[in-house]
């Protein structure tokens, strides 16, 4: 497997000066299968704008691209009226949730939602990909018979307004975990512990330090420390935070970088671009 942040930024995009390093996209992930060759996507934050252009200028063709979906704050849907695929009237794209848990209903009517005239000018029924909702519960059977190569997927709710979900990947021997858009409470969420027990490589929230966190108590996100205490308590091999405040520029992000280091050696703060071989 092959992760490549197309957006890191969290809660809107940041076009100032000064936030580029690490990217002012909003959350958006690929997920190549390397031993097949296809690509699936997590979240379409403004970061998948630059991913479907990617994929044409490779010119990567995958009769249907499956977009899942950690929780649908703007922040993570913004980019996929922008999706240049989604106009390939050639193209099917699922969307999908994944998980036994899931309190969305209708899926189809977020996205319906969101573009309807009085937000957007091209209305989801008119753009010209075929569109597939699926509410998954059991994803690791799916994704198992569409690749043909054992995949586990499984997924965990966590503590955030709305909820949100957690999901883990696994496939030939690799373990990719990532939980974004996750506040712990006063303890360190043990189910997500157990969901990154041994992983790979660890993608978590840390929007925050711990003082801000302190003022930012019910807005849904995590700190620095907690992501590494969570890689820490699950023995991960490789933890990238992700989810950057908006106010966080790069001078002050770096800074967090070489600080979090003194602690868990092999962690990186994500970068719009960077790409992580499993
Ligand atoms: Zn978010
Ligand atoms: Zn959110």
Redesign the pocket.
């Known amino acids: 497997m092959r992760l490549k942040f197309y957006g890191t930024r969290?809660?809107i995009p940041v076009c100032d000066s000064g936030f580029q390093q690490f990217g002012g996209n909003t959350?958006c992930l690929q997920i190549t299968f390397t031993d097949t060759n296809r690509v699936a996507i997590i979240d379409a934050g403004t970061g998948i704008r630059n991913l479907g252009r990617d994929l044409r200028a490779m010119g990567h063709k995958q009769d249907q691209i499956f977009i899942a979906f950690t929780h649908f704050?703007w922040?993570?849907i913004q980019g996929f009226p922008f999706f240049p695929q989604a106009y390939d009237p050639g193209q099917k794209i699922t969307l999908l949730t994944l998980s036994r848990e899931q309190t969305v209903t209708d899926l189809r009517e977020i996205f319906e939602v969101q573009m309807q005239e009085e937000y957007f000018p091209v209305q989801l029924d008119r753009m010209g990909a075929t569109f597939e909702f699926l509410q998954v519960a059991e994803a690791s059977r799916h994704f198992t018979t569409i690749n043909n190569v054992p995949t586990v997927v499984s997924t965990q709710r966590h503590n955030h307004p709305g909820g949100a979900y957690s999901f883990r990947i696994e496939r030939n021997g690799k373990v990719l975990v990532v939980c974004t858009?996750v506040e712990h409470g006063d303890q360190i969420d043990q189910r997500l512990v157990e969901l990154a027990r041994g992983a790979d490589l660890l993608v978590h929230d840390a929007q925050y330090t711990a003082e801000e966190l302190q003022k930012r108590r019910g807005w849904g996100h995590s700190s620095f420390d907690q992501a590494m205490q969570v890689a820490e308590m699950a023995g991960v091999k490789r933890l990238a935070l992700t989810?950057h405040d908006p106010e966080h520029d790069d001078e002050f992000l770096q800074r967090m970088e070489n600080l979090c280091r003194e602690r868990f050696p092999d962690v990186v703060l994500a970068r719009e671009g960077m790409e992580i071989q499993l």
């Open positions: 969290g809660s959350t704050h922040d993570h858009d989810h």
